[in-house]
């Protein structure tokens, strides 16, 4: 009895200790994102909790590749979902710190990935990987215009979220 009081009092610990975090999930592979909350709390993921999320697969002609590409990857909706952030503002970092900001009704409005795969494959940091924002332009052709392709980050390590 005395064990088991005590193993209850530890979980007991243990849950207050983990739920004061907002993520659930670990990453136990690299970390490929960071995503930092308006509150300034930060989330690291790696590839398996991304695919983990529902996968939406997005073929597009786009500036970039000759010929329509298949990407895929969860929407960037369901990821700020997940991690149960909202915001009005979403600014994703590159690797090479290329960075754009897009209106967060951009994920409201449009099935908008955050691209782990191309062509079924995840992406080396020579292929744009290895997460590209992809937007539906065959879709929805109003988003093929330069404001647009300048939001499409490849090589994206973090996304900061503004209140
Ligand atoms: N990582 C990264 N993503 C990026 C850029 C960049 O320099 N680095 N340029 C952006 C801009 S401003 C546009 S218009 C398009 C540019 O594509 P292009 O260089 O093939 O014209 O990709 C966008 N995504
Ligand atoms: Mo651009």
Redesign the pocket.
């Known amino acids: 009895m005395r064990t088991f009081l005590t193993s209850l009092c530890a979980l007991i610990m243990l849950s207050g200790v983990f739920g004061a975090q907002a993520q659930t999930d670990a990453p136990t592979g690299p970390v490929i994102l960071t995503v930092t909350g308006p509150d300034s709390s930060e989330a690291l993921l790696d590839l398996d909790m991304l695919e983990g999320l529902a996968q939406t697969v997005t073929i597009v002609e786009t ?2 590749y000759d010929g329509s590409q298949e990407f895929s990857g969860p929407l960037i909706s369901d990821l700020m979902a997940y991690l149960d952030i909202t915001g009005s503002e979403l600014s994703f970092i ?3 710190d ?1 960075a ?1 900001t897009m209106p967060w009704s951009d994920i409201e409005s449009y099935p908008v990935i955050l691209a782990t795969r191309h062509n079924g494959e995840p992406m080396s940091l020579r292929d ?1 990987g290895p997460l590209f924002v992809i937007y539906p332009f065959d879709a929805y052709p109003e988003l093929r215009n ?1 404001v647009t ?8 390590k973090a996304i900061r979220v503004s209140p």
């Open positions: 500036p970039w590159a690797q090479n290329y754009a744009k330069e392709y300048s939001r499409s980050v490849w090589q994206v």
